[in-house]
């Protein structure tokens, strides 16, 4: 198909949307939208204790070193935007336990790579060292699921979505 610029091409070709150069202006980002929810202090530590399966506030609060007031807080605002759940376990009093949900269990990933980082930007020596199922150290490393490359920012193309 033809335009009046020549033949048709991909909307890759069509208009490269190079980030450094668009117009200055609060960009619509699902980052800063992640941040939102997840960027207050304690709130990756709260979610780590439940993906190391501790589920009940005290142990949470003792495992994480938050005031029990910040980490309820935390845990509420957590709920309300569906990364954990609370289910009962004491009628009474009435006591509950906090799970991580799918969207909880989705952030695995993220809490790897952040731990990664620390490992090796934050800390003189990691505190511990995962082993995968193969018996090897964990090594985390981020892979394109189409051809298995490891994914750059290089080998990144923003489109518009």
Do not use: N
């Not at 610029?5 to 208009?15: F, I, K, M, W």
């Not at 935390?74 to 759940?85: D, F, H, S, Y």
């Amino acid at each position: 198909m033809e335009t009046e610029r020549g033949p048709a091409q991909s909307p890759a070709e069509d208009e490269r949307y190079v980030l450094a150069e668009r117009p200055v202006a609060v960009r619509p980002c699902s980052l800063a939208a992640a941040m939102e929810v997840l960027g207050e202090r304690w709130t990756l530590v709260a979610l780590r204790e439940m993906a190391y399966g501790v589920h009940r506030f005290a142990k949470i609060a003792g495992y994480t070193g938050a005031s029990r007031d910040i980490l309820a807080d935390r845990l509420r605002k957590l709920e309300q935007a569906g990364v954990i759940e609370r289910r009962p376990y004491s009628e009474h009093p009435p006591r509950y336990e906090y799970h991580l949900t799918a969207a909880g269990r989705d952030l695995f990933p993220v809490m790897l790579g952040l731990l990664r980082w620390g490992d090796t930007w934050a800390v003189d020596a990691p505190a511990l060292i995962f082993r995968h199922s193969c018996g090897e150290p964990l090594a985390v490393e981020l892979r394109c699921a189409h051809c298995d490359e490891r994914v750059t920012r290089e080998s990144l193309t923003p489109e518009r979505a």
